[in-house]
């Protein structure tokens, strides 16, 4: 069925930090919105050597059973890939989980990956790139290579768990995070409703 709606491009990006799960969520949920009962996204998946490491030892799932999430996957090293050009519209990008590695690489602007080339481009084009970081404790090149990329438009939005809305185990958890993220992307969902006080009318 032709709905006439033409689905926007999301990039996510998956390195070798631990909460791979975060990432497996968030392709799920992208796949399943939909406008006029057609997709409302395009899902671009770039999957580092360490991420799939941490997919396959979080989540015992192979690189395919993540990829059958996607709509286009590339090569860590495929820099002819569209999303490594300005000139590819993409709405936004996540990189979930972000290896500090990554975070490092997206700082200096270094583009040695598809990964940092897609985040360089998000930033040069002016256009919506959250960073899902992963690391405890933060050493100062940590924050500073944080601070840059906030000061260049990046959005640094570390997978914090909250519990105010009561979470009643592992999964509510990391939907609040992935909800919170993707709103952050501009992508409306119901899995973090707004806080409305302790005694909403």
């Not at 790139?129 to 500073?144: D, G, S």
Request: charged letters at 15%.
């Amino acid at each position: 069925m032709n709905t006439g709606v033409t689905p926007s491009n999301i990039v996510v990006g998956i390195t070798g930090a631990t909460g791979a799960l975060y990432a497996l969520r968030i392709l799920q949920v992208l796949r399943s919105l939909t406008d006029q009962g057609a997709p409302r996204f395009r899902v671009h998946v770039v999957i580092s050597k360490a991420g799939l490491i941490s997919c396959q030892h979080e989540l015992a799932i192979s690189r395919r059973a993540l990829l059958d999430w996607a709509d286009e996957s590339y090569g860590i090293d495929d820099i002819t890939a569209p999303i490594a050009s300005g000139s590819f519209p993409v709405a936004a990008m996540v990189i979930a989980p972000c290896s500090m590695k990554t975070l490092a690489s997206v700082a200096l602007g270094l583009s040695d990956n598809l990964i940092a080339r897609a985040a360089d481009v998000m930033l040069k084009e002016r256009r919506k790139l959250v960073v899902m970081t992963r690391e405890t404790p933060l050493n100062n090149a940590h924050l500073k290579n944080m601070l840059a990329v906030s000061e260049m438009g990046g959005i640094i939005s570390p997978p914090m768990p909250s519990f105010y809305h009561h979470p009643s185990d592992i999964a509510q958890i990391v939907d609040h995070s992935v909800g919170r993220v993707l709103a952050q992307m501009g992508i409306d969902t119901d899995l973090a409703p707004p806080w409305r006080g302790l005694n909403p009318s």
